[in-house]
């Protein structure tokens, strides 16, 4: 498995998650500029709900944003140690420490995309192949990085 494949696979999800939440923010403040009545305070309550509805999902497409950016800073390199853009296989899963973005699936096989601040990540960070570490009391092994 070609660690720029599944690079490419991260930055499609992520790229994708972005077009989406501009999408709702675009039809959302068309509904709002459509929202138009003489009921008074329950057009002005509307018109505010839906205005956090959409401060809401500019927060959201901000942080994928971000996520964008960090994967571009990503380069498809083998690592020697578990780092930001290392691939870790260790007995319980396949681990690529890039962005939080969940499961994927790359050639049939099962990788959780996980940032590097997550606790998981801190506490493989920095370990090789073949070294042991330990979170919530499961300890595990570090099989591969690449």
């Known amino acids: 498995m070609d660690k720029s494949e599944i ?3 991260v930055k499609e999800k992520i790229a994708d998650k972005i077009h989406k939440l501009e999408t709702l ?9 459509d929202t138009k009545s003489s009921m008074g305070d329950k057009y002005e ?27 571009n ?12 853009g290392a691939v870790v296989t260790t007995e319980k899963g ?22 590097p601040e997550s606790p998981l990540a801190k506490a493989m960070n920095e370990k090789k192949e073949g070294e042991l570490f330990s979170l919530n009391t499961i300890s595990q092994k570090i099989m591969e990085i690449r």
């Open 25 to 33: 923010i675009e039809e959302t403040r068309a509904s709002n500029n």
């Open 45 to 71: 309550t509307g018109r505010e709900m839906l205005q956090q509805e959409i401060n809401n999902l500019q927060v959201q497409l901000n942080e994928v944003l971000k996520q964008q950016n960090f994967l």
């Open 94 to 115: 396949l681990f690529f420490i890039s962005v939080s973005l969940g499961e994927i699936i790359v050639e049939g096989r099962k990788i959780i995309c996980i940032s």
């Open 7 to 9: 690079l490419t696979v």
């Open 73 to 84: 800073t990503i380069l498809p390199k083998s690592c020697e140690k578990t780092e930001k």
